[in-house]
DNA sequence: GTTGCCGGGTT
DNA sequence: AACCCGGCAAC
């Protein structure tokens, strides 16, 4: 009490607590003796740990609030990219109208010829304006000619109808080619942006073929292009959005400092919210007898997915809940050190075909197993059940980086149990399952990355030999579930979530005790010793040894 | 209700 | 690390 007298800023206190915006605070002050929070001497001299320390945690806290934000920003790169796509001005003729053109034979007549292969839309057309376009004969151009970029030269070209006539250089054909669908080779107009996506299995055969491939092939309408995209999209951001959470479990393989950080920061928010009521249970639970509701057996023993699972098990509940937060602990400087490529796979029955582009897939399965059918309209949109988004793990990938998706990609944990030091990271998984058994699977090995961050966790002692499992990082959550179960754990993390399960709490130190030796009843027994608050009463607190003053056992009446 | 003190939080 | 407390079990 006394040396509290030297506190030159009272109102220092409170509003660190305000900066901090830390719940506990006002309840202290509030209550109980109102000394001890006036001391501020401390503060004073320990200025510079004190503020790292804070900084700390201001920045954690701060991190996580900012998250929030950086959130929505996933998605929404990933939306910007979609839209990117989308809005690419293309071929919105071309599609329409590749379906016949206008092949002139041998007799120099043109005649109408569709064919599947000539109006693939490998290759859109970068003729912005068409219309202001003049060709010269002996120009040398590109058209797609089944499915192939040919190299022509332009024979003649008819403003008025806009049709060109060229000669395909490979094939020696004569054929007359809308001028949309005509490329000239010269324009050549800013660089392509080497986009990984931006494939052309097709045998180019001109040196310049790259100049027109410069964008991105959208084999669509515009106006039905968009309507897909924008179901597209949707669906692709959801997905992300599900799985997000679980792209923080990459980082397991390295234990790379964001990821564990993350882990930290999280389990502390979880421990703070916590509340009391945690160590309360302690005491309970001498019999193992409540196997806690949540966990039956360990969700991960089915390493199938099931939609349904996650309802029942709350510990993918929970983990969900906490991924969240997760997620949006420092988004940006994680970095997804194990690149993760998006491909495409074909999904027709016997096929199994991976392309690494979306474009690639699509004329794929339409080509391959769809055949060609003229109504491009529906084919088109049929070509997007048949393949599906993969995620593949790459070792040395020089560099993934463009996709946003594969940002934001979720990456499946799978097995964790099964080998718990190798965090095999699961590669090619489908995204539609994602949202569940990426969860529910994922949901234990996540703890993975939960670096055994505080010494003082150790403090409870219990380092149960339990798993095999990293226990080092489920320090508590290790102890916690241990014996009854692994999965459930995070019971409380869920916290911010409010909606908490009727999860019972576990306590870890006696379960602990509970298998060692015959607890049976065993409370512990309050030594008969009177200690230095009864010997010297509450008023004289100030006689009290220290550990008594703290609430901690009595040092100086040993029992 | 009082005591003892664990588990946690703040500084 | 030093201090403080909420709470709970033992009394
Ligand atoms: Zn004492």
């Known amino acids: 009490m006394q040396r509290s007298c030297c506190n030159p800023r009272p109102c220092s206190i409170p509003q660190s607590y305000v900066l901090f915006g830390v719940s506990p605070p006002p309840a202290r002050l509030a209550g109980g003796y109102v000394r001890p929070y006036l001391r501020h001497e401390g503060s004073a001299r320990a200025c510079l740990p004190s503020v790292s320390t804070m900084a700390s945690v201001l920045s954690r806290r701060l991190g996580k609030r900012s998250l929030l934000g950086a959130r929505v920003s996933v998605p929404s790169s990933l939306v910007d990219g979609m839209l990117v796509t989308t809005s690419i001005p293309t071929l919105q003729a071309e599609l329409s109208r590749a379906s ?18 000539s109006r693939a839309p490998a290759f859109p057309n970068p003729n912005l304006n068409p219309n202001r376009l003049q060709l010269h004969p002996g120009q040398k151009v590109y058209v797609t000619y089944n499915g192939q970029e040919c190299a022509s030269l332009v024979e003649q070209h008819d403003p008025g109808s806009d049709e060109v006539k060229v000669l395909l ?28 996506m931006d494939q052309s299995p097709t045998p180019t055969p001109g040196p310049s073929q790259r100049s027109v491939s410069r964008n991105i092939d959208v084999p669509k309408r515009k106006s039905d292009a968009a309507v897909e995209m924008d179901e597209m999209m949707a669906a692709m951001v959801l997905t992300s959005l599900s799985c997000s959470p679980v792209v923080q479990s990459p980082p397991t393989s390295d234990s790379s400092i964001p990821a564990s950080r993350a ?116 084919r088109r949109r049929e070509e997007d059940f048949y393949y599906t988004e993969v995620q593949v793990k790459e070792e040395a990938a020089p560099e993934s980086a463009p996709s946003p998706s594969s940002a934001s990609s979720p990456i499946i944990i799978q097995q964790a149990l099964a080998k718990p030091e190798t965090l095999v990271l699961e590669q090619s998984t489908l995204e539609s399952h994602l949202p569940s058994s990426a969860l529910s699977q994922s949901a234990p090995s996540s703890f993975w990355h939960i670096q055994a961050d505080h010494a003082y966790q150790a403090l409870p002692s219990i380092q149960i030999p339990v798993s095999p499992h990293i226990f080092t990082s489920i320090s508590w959550a290790a102890a916690t579930s241990t014996i009854p179960s692994l999965s459930p754990v995070r019971s409380r993390s869920l916290s911010f979530s409010e909606h908490q399960q009727p999860t019972p709490m576990l306590k870890s130190h006696l379960i602990v005790a509970s298998p060692p030796r015959a607890p049976s009843g065993t409370r512990k027994v ?26 901690k056992a009595c040092q100086r009446f040993l029992d």
């Open 100 to 117: 016949s053109h206008l092949v002139s034979y041998d007799d120099g007549q043109c005649r109408e010829h569709s064919e599947e292969g």
């Open 169 to 196: 250089l490979e094939q020696g054909l004569h054929a007359c080619w809308k001028l949309e669908d005509v490329r000239v080779a010269e324009i050549q107009r800013s660089p392509p942006p080497a986009l990984p």
């Open 263 to 378: 882990a930290c920061d999280s389990w502390k928010e979880s421990g703070d919210i916590s509340d009391s009521g945690s160590s309360t249970t302690s005491g309970h639970w001498s019999g193992g007898s409540d196997i806690s509701t949540p966990s039956p057996p360990h969700p991960e023993a089915s390493p199938k997915y099931s939609s349904e699972a996650f309802s029942s098990s709350q510990a993918d509940e929970g983990f969900e809940m906490d991924s969240d937060p997760f997620l949006l602990d420092e988004p940006a400087p994680r970095k997804r050190k194990n690149s993760v490529k998006v491909m495409y796979k074909c999904l027709w029955p016997n096929c199994g075909k991976v392309l690494r582009s979306i474009v690639g897939i699509k004329r794929h399965v339409k080509t391959q197993h769809l055949g060609d059918g003229a109504d491009s309209d529906q």
């Open 526 to 551: 309050r030594g008969e010793a009177k200690k230095c608050r009864k010997v010297y009463g509450i008023e004289h607190r100030d006689q009290w040894c220290t550990a008594c003053r703290w609430k």
